[in-house]
């Protein structure tokens, strides 16, 4: 059964760094494709960032310049390191695993990933 728990969420103020985990059990952390979507109060869920299992990544524009994804094989881990944190990204963060990957004319986005996190709480003050 695969299982996914993030951590590292909380509050800080705009300007200031974050830097979310995710842990994988029951699969092999560096095979598959693993993302970070967010979903703000009255809007939908969104894309953030994703990582597939060759070590390429894609961004949303966003968060581009900004939050960095990450894996660590041995810890069977996905980070997502976030700077510069901006009000509009004050969310809900999931990490998600075994999606399908968009890759017209270069890695694009992850979506219908099968597996979820429960997600934590990302709030920034301005």
Do not use: H
Not at 84 to 98: H, N
């Amino acid at each position: 059964q695969v299982q996914l728990v993030e951590s590292g969420g909380g509050s800080v103020q705009s300007g200031g760094s974050l830097r979310l985990s995710c842990a994988a059990s029951g699969v092999t952390g560096s095979s598959i494709s693993m993302a970070w979507f967010r979903q703000a109060p009255g809007k939908e869920r969104e894309g953030v960032a994703g990582i597939v299992s060759d070590g390429r990544t894609t961004y949303a524009d966003s968060v581009k310049g900004r939050f960095t994804i990450s894996r660590d094989n041995t810890k069977n881990t996905v980070y997502l390191q976030m700077n510069i944190l901006k009000p509009e990204d004050t969310a809900i963060y999931y990490c998600a695993a075994v999606c399908n990957a968009d890759y017209n004319g270069g890695l694009q986005r992850l979506y219908d990933c099968t597996y979820w996190g429960q997600g934590t709480q990302v709030t920034v003050s301005s």
